[in-house]
């Protein structure tokens, strides 16, 4: 029942933003933004609630990495959203460095999870 909610409300902002390009684009991006930010604060429950879910379950297996992992995905979502938003406002330039910053950001957080496995591997290895 959630989604047709959401759904409904981003069907009303398009007929909202389509109806008024006539008028004012800057109208029509802040009617996209707000209802991209009403989608993120209506959902936001819902997706705590999920990871931490997930993060009970990832206790009781011991998965020392999930944190990482929760990190990568919470990054990869703002990284989309807001890069569909630049897009959205014809900015593929900043949409782009969005990307570019959102993909570093996740290299940057795994480091040490990449570190871990390399010392792994040397204690299997018996590379010193």
Avoid: H, W
């Amino acid at each position: 029942m959630e989604i047709l909610k959401i759904g409904i409300l981003i069907i009303v902002a398009l007929m909202l933003s389509n109806g008024i390009p006539t008028f004012s684009k800057e109208i029509t991006t802040l009617i996209t933004v707000s209802c991209c930010i009403v989608v993120l604060l209506y959902i936001s429950d819902y997706m705590i609630s999920a990871v931490e879910y997930v993060k009970n379950v990832a206790e009781k297996i011991s998965f020392a990495g999930f944190d990482v992992v929760v990190k990568a995905v919470g990054i990869g979502f703002v990284t989309q959203l807001v890069s569909d938003i630049a897009t959205d406002c014809n900015n593929k330039s900043l949409a782009n460095q969005m990307v570019f910053a959102g993909r570093i950001c996740i290299i940057v957080l795994a480091m040490p999870l990449f570190m871990e496995v390399l010392k792994i591997i040397e204690r299997l290895t018996g590379i010193v």
